[in-house]
């Protein structure tokens, strides 16, 4: 079993890792994820597509809905090291936990791979989203649902810089938490990738 890991462990324990490349900040935001020890700053911009146009026949389908890109990873660099073993897989680690997104019905996943080096065939990483269901009267414990809702897997066949979306889900439950999840390829390599996530909604 692999892990991933905080860099602050990396001398003491092998494992994955994933470093952000901006933290300086981090106590600001008031959003520190327990599960990975990572801080999920404030997006530097969060944009809102509205539409003046009503709803109305087919030709105006979608105009007078509204939107919002959340960013869930800031760009960071996740690192395989040659110690984990041959195909081996890390548990999940959350990256944004009990995302509210009870005011929309649509979401998608959208991840950008800023730069990589696969070392071993077969490596992947992948970022999944996952329903959630925080209470304020036991919120020391984590439910989390089991179901992945949607998903986008990055790997050797992603050329830099690679964009990779989500299939739109509807229905979903409203809390999600975002996870990361790594695989080791053939060989025991090292490797990194540098990515960067968002989760686009609609009304």
Request: charged letters at 15%; hydrophobic letters at 40%.
């Amino acid at each position: 079993m692999c892990a991933i890991r905080s860099r602050v462990e990396r001398a003491s324990k092998a494992g994955y890792v994933a470093r952000p490349v901006e933290h300086k900040h981090a106590h600001r935001a008031g959003m520190t994820n327990p599960d990975s020890q990572f801080a999920l700053l404030p997006p530097p911009w969060r944009p809102h597509f509205t539409s003046s146009h009503q709803p109305g026949g087919d030709d105006n389908k979608g105009f007078g809905m509204s939107g919002e890109v959340k960013r869930v990873l800031r760009r960071t660099t996740f690192e395989f090291t040659a110690a984990q073993a041959v195909s081996s897989t890390s548990p999940e680690v959350a990256i944004a936990t009990n995302v509210n997104v009870s005011q929309y019905r649509e979401l998608i996943l959208i991840a950008r791979l800023h730069s990589a080096t696969w070392t071993s065939a077969g490596a992947k990483f992948e970022i999944r989203v996952r329903g959630s269901a925080p209470t304020e009267e036991d919120p020391g414990l984590t439910f989390r649902g089991t179901t992945v809702l949607t998903s986008v897997t990055l790997n050797q066949g992603s050329v830099v810089p690679f964009p990779a979306f989500g299939t739109m889900i509807t229905g979903f439950p409203p809390f999600v938490d975002v996870l990361v999840f790594m695989t080791q390829g053939a060989q025991a390599a090292a490797g990194t990738v540098n990515v960067s996530a968002d989760i686009s909604l609609r009304s």
